[in-house]
Antibody, heavy 117, light 107 residues
Framework: EVQLVESGGGLVQPGRSLKLSCAAS????????MAWVCQAPTKGLEWVAS????????YYRDSVKGRFTISRDNAKNTLYLQMDSLRSEDTATYYC??????????WGQGVMVTVSS | NIVLTQSPATLSVTPGESVSLSCRAS??????IHWYQQKSNESPRLLIK???QSISGIPSRFSGSGSGTDFTLSINRVESEDFSIYYC?????????FGSGTKLEIK
């Protein structure tokens, strides 16, 4: 059974950092591109960042460039999102998802990040 | 950047009706459009890929069509479990972005 389990969320003050993790199992993690997608309360889905199978290519939405870093450890079957200089508008549920054939094929259950003083 | 515009924002229907949801791209994207369903407090799930290709495990009442800039997700005879939010997503560019969603609600 495929599982993507996010962790690392919580309440953080503006300007501080947080690191999300996504543990993958049930599929060959190293064969899939991966992504983070966020959803602010009562809002729609927004792509945040993506990473290629080997980690050599990364992509970010404009609003997080220079603040967020996506990375992966294929030996540990884990995806990461380092979030620095957090802002109130980063408050959202963050999902990790596997990329397959152009789609977000498998999704985690999501982890909540709240940026507030 | 490719912008996806979904309409209507909200669609109110009676169970048993058939509906069509629209997704329009800001430029031609061939058939690189995919559809997701998100029920309340759940993660999204993939319904249709590449405009019209079915996904294993998804009921046959869901179908998709379109190419270029205009795409449609159709639900034949809506059931109670279908009331949720539907998103389109493009993979024509390397930035896999979403539309703003259409909420399907009970009339």
């Amino acid at each position: 059974e495929v599982q993507l389990v996010e962790s690392g969320g919580g309440l953080v003050q503006p300007g501080r950092s947080l690191k999300l993790s996504c543990a993958a199992s049930g599929f060959t993690f190293s064969n899939y591109g991966m992504a983070w997608v966020c959803q602010a309360p009562t809002k729609g889905l927004e792509w945040v960042a993506s990473i290629s199978t080997g980690g050599g290519n990364t992509y970010y939405r404009d609003s997080v460039k220079g603040r967020f870093t996506i990375s992966r450890d294929n030996a540990k079957n884990t995806l990461y999102l380092q979030m620095d200089s957090l802002r109130s508008e980063d408050t959202a549920t963050y999902y990790c998802a596997s990329l397959y054939d152009g789609t977000y094929y498998y999704w985690g259950q999501g982890v909540m990040v709240t940026v507030s003083s | 950047n490719i912008v996806l515009t979904q309409s209507p924002a909200t669609l109110s229907v009676t169970p048993g009706e058939s509906v069509s949801l629209s997704c329009r791209a800001s430029q031609s994207i061939s058939t690189s459009i995919h559809w997701y369903q998100q029920k309340s407090n759940e993660s999204p799930r993939l319904l249709i890929k590449y405009a019209s290709q079915s996904i294993s495990g998804i009921p046959s009442r869901f179908s998709g069509s379109g190419s270029g800039t205009d795409f449609t997700l159709s639900i034949n005879r809506v059931e109670s479990e279908d009331f949720s939010i539907y998103y389109c997503q493009q993979s024509y560019s390397s930035l896999f972005t979403f539309g703003s969603g259409t909420k399907l609600e009970i009339k």
